[in-house]
């Protein structure tokens, strides 16, 4: 199974700033996944980072706000830019290795004041 | 509209006691459909994947049953413990293509003893 590793595990920021938040993969993988999961609530897509492409974002998500990077096969960043309380969140990376399953970092938990 | 469905109510049962967890969905057709745990501040960790081929698939005291005809797969605990407490979460690929989940909204377990 991989293990992620993401960072920061939590933060608390300023209503116009920005964070990047940072996942780190044992193994090479092809696809990464960038979700959100709001206060409550399940999981929701945000984009698939590949390697050496642009990202792939869900409807509802704009690369100006969420911008990604895909340096290699074991890293990506999700930035959330210029942050408002509504992007108060848990995000979460993952990673899908055999058989369909994801794996999960331990997640980011961002509150915006 | 594609829905997944899972009962927002929290399950209180008590220890010893089987817990069985819902997952309804519409307008997706999945070759396989996945449950996984999600304990506070943590990701998704994943149990069970259970295949349109199967009716049932079992792991220790974890059940899963796949009804394509319903659309609805059932997640069973047996002899459930307080360390079963914690969020449910289903997913499917809504592609079929080995990759990214749509996730339903989870049901909380928790398990008195």
């Known amino acids: 199974s991989a293990v992620i590793s993401q960072k920061p595990s939590r933060d608390i920021c300023q209503r116009g700033t920005s964070l990047t938040i940072q996942c780190q993969v044992d193994?090479?993988?092809?696809?990464m996944f960038w979700y959100r999961q709001q206060p409550g609530q399940s999981l929701t897509l945000i984009a698939t980072?590949?390697?050496?492409?642009?990202?792939?974002?869900e409807s509802g998500f704009v690369i100006d706000k969420f911008p990604i990077s895909r340096p290699n096969l074991t890293f990506s960043t999700l930035t959330v830019s210029n942050m408002s309380p509504e992007d108060s969140s848990i995000y979460l990376c993952?990673?899908?290795?055999?058989?369909?399953?994801?794996?999960f970092g331990s997640g980011t938990q961002l509150s915006v004041l | 509209s594609q829905k997944i469905e899972q009962n927002s109510e929290a399950l209180n049962i008590q220890e010893g006691k089987t817990a069985t967890l819902t997952c309804n969905y519409t307008?997706?057709?999945?070759?396989?459909l996945q449950w996984y745990r999600q304990d506070p501040g943590r990701g998704p960790v994943f149990l069970l994947l259970?295949?349109?081929?199967?009716k049932e698939k079992r792991k220790e005291r974890l059940k899963v049953t796949f009804d394509t005809t319903l659309k609805q797969s059932l997640f069973h605990i047996t002899a459930s413990q307080p360390a079963d407490s914690a969020t449910y979460l289903c997913?499917?690929?809504?592609?079929?293509?080995?990759?990214?989940?749509?996730f339903g909204g989870g049901t909380r377990l928790m398990v008195k003893p």
């Open positions: 307008n997706y057709s999945p070759a396989y």
């Open positions: 193994s090479q993988v092809t696809m």
């Open positions: 997913a499917l690929d809504p592609n079929n293509a080995g990759n990214m989940l749509t």
């Open positions: 259970i295949r349109e081929n199967e």
């Open positions: 980072a590949n390697q050496g492409s642009e990202a792939t974002y």
């Open positions: 993952s990673v899908v290795q055999t058989n369909e399953k994801l794996f």
